[in-house]
């Protein structure tokens, strides 16, 4: 049974009650976390600033992770937001030099692309920050420990150390933070595929890539390897890539990506995967085939984990043993609006609790945790309005609702502002790609609903701000014409 959610006035009363019941009890730590991502560094360092005897514990480090091996400084550092965006970076050259010719750039003969090279580079980007994250925890004198853990009661934690010896240690308060991992669909061949942790590390550039996805990994890996001159078919089961977005920001994407050479497979999956000696041939669910030399399965859904994409890391935390609630896929169940777990003693923060599974969003979950539990201020995670961003090429950012889920929420008309245009760069260029900038507005409220920022920012006050000029971000103050309208529980009418 859940727990009643506390109160900020019940919260502290439960604590100092729970300060009275426990003065006797001596515990190794106050706070050990399982997990040393952004999410369980964040904790444990500021639950150490605010007091607190702190113990950290995480997997030994590498750069693809499996159930034994992780590393400090987790998925956003190691296998995630970090080493792909430096890929994004060597990508976008690709684009920049064909560019440049008619800026004047002579460039004569072949330009070659050293994939080892920028594969070392970011290598050892991330290894300085895996240092670093390891010098932050030592820093506030949280005791870190390489090892996997696993709870064994409500108030002690096993460690499997290096060498295979476990130590327990006991702690008043455990927080889990261990995290999501990708995993394959079960299609025939599948052991042939790789996810995105293989995708950051391949000995070898792919010539000829296959993408299975259409969320924003996908469409991330489709556009680097483009970008760096692989041809690159991309396979999803919808009729534009990215799910749960815009459809008009879904729509422009979709024609960006083919214009940068990408060939996009709508409504379409993959069937079978067979090795030969041209490399992986692959069978569409509509029976075309395809050869590549290598095959990603990214289907992940929208900043949330599904069943198929990525699963939550708590198969072996021991979480069900010691009575930890779980959902269908595995993720952590809070109960309240603190992170805790149905065990009072037991947290949980990040992707393992598949609230919103973005770096920032466990930061912010991390933050509350400490503030909550040892800063003797407690604070709920504010999950309106949350920013994200796929870096594709070009990129997408959004805050906010989408058009259609402004129109479902909407309680009166709703006023839709766009400027699509081809960038001044692009004009020089001659790349024929266009840039779309869109508001949402409440006609009622004049307030920004996609673009809804938390001060409460109105039409009224982006008219009358002065833009930058010349650059696309004045675009966002100039919109001064309605796009359309949309009338109370209309459809949308996206142009797309």
């Not at 030099?97 to 003969?109: P, Q, S, V």
């Not at 990214?298 to 900043?303: K, Q, S, Y």
Request: with cysteine; net charge negative.
């Amino acid at each position: 049974m859940a727990r009643k959610m506390l109160s900020d006035g019940e919260l502290n009363k439960a604590a100092a009650a729970g300060e009275e019941a426990t003065t006797e009890t001596h515990y190794d730590f106050d706070l050990f976390v399982i997990g040393a991502g952004s999410g369980g560094v964040r904790a444990a360092r500021f639950s150490a600033n605010n007091g607190a005897k702190v113990g950290i514990c995480e997997l030994p480090f590498h750069p693809i992770s499996s159930e034994e091996i992780g590393g400090v400084g987790g998925t956003c550092v190691i296998r995630g937001c970090v080493p792909k965006k430096i890929l994004v970076y060597g990508a976008t050259y690709g684009g920049e030099l064909e560019d440049a010719r008619n800026y004047g750039w002579e460039i004569n003969g072949n330009v070659d692309f050293n994939w080892k090279k920028l594969l070392q580079k970011k290598t050892d980007e991330i290894l300085r920050l895996n240092n670093i994250y390891k010098r932050l925890l030592a820093n506030a004198a949280v005791k870190l420990y390489e090892g996997e853990g696993r709870i064994v009661g409500p108030n002690e934690v096993e460690v499997r150390q290096i060498d295979g010896t476990k130590i327990s240690y006991t702690a008043k308060h455990i927080l889990i933070a261990t995290g999501s991992r990708a995993q394959k669909p079960n299609i025939p061949g599948h052991e042939l595929a790789i996810t995105s942790d293989e995708a950051l590390s391949l000995e070898e550039f792919p010539k000829r890539a296959i993408v299975l996805g259409g969320g924003y990994i996908a469409v991330e890996f489709a556009s680097i390897w483009r970008g760096m001159g692989a041809t690159v078919d991309l396979f999803f089961r919808k009729e534009l890539p990215l799910r749960g977005f815009d459809d008009e920001m879904r729509a422009l994407v979709a024609r960006n990506l083919e214009g940068r050479g990408i060939n996009l497979h709508p409504q379409t999956s993959l069937a079978e995967l067979i090795k030969t000696d041209d490399g992986i041939k692959v069978i569409s669910s509509h029976g075309e085939e395809f050869v590549a030399d290598v095959v990603l399965f990214a289907t992940e859904d929208l900043l949330f984990i599904s069943v198929i994409g990525r699963i939550p890391n708590t198969k072996r935390l021991n979480l069900e043993a010691v009575g930890v609630e779980l959902d269908q896929v595995g993720a952590v169940k809070v109960v309240d609006e603190y992170s805790r777990t149905n065990i009072p003693s037991i947290w949980a923060v990040g992707d393992a609790t598949n609230r919103i599974n973005l770096t920032p969003v466990a930061l912010m979950e991390a933050t509350c945790f400490a503030n909550t539990v040892f800063g003797g201020k407690p604070a709920k995670a504010d999950y309106t309005n949350v920013a994200c961003a796929v870096f594709c090429i070009p990129p997408l950012a959004v805050v906010g609702l989408s058009e259609e889920e402004a129109v479902e929420k909407a309680t009166g008309d709703i006023l839709v502002f766009t400027s699509g245009f081809n960038p001044m760069k692009n004009t020089i260029s001659g790349r024929q790609e266009k840039s779309l900038m869109k508001l949402i507005v409440d006609e009622k409220t004049d307030k920004g609903i996609a673009i809804a920022l938390k001060c409460g920012a109105t039409k009224a006050q982006f008219d009358s701000t002065v833009g930058i000029h010349p650059s696309s971000a004045e675009e966002f103050v100039t919109m001064r014409t309605v796009t359309r309208r949309i009338a109370y529980k209309a459809k949308p009418q996206t142009s797309l």
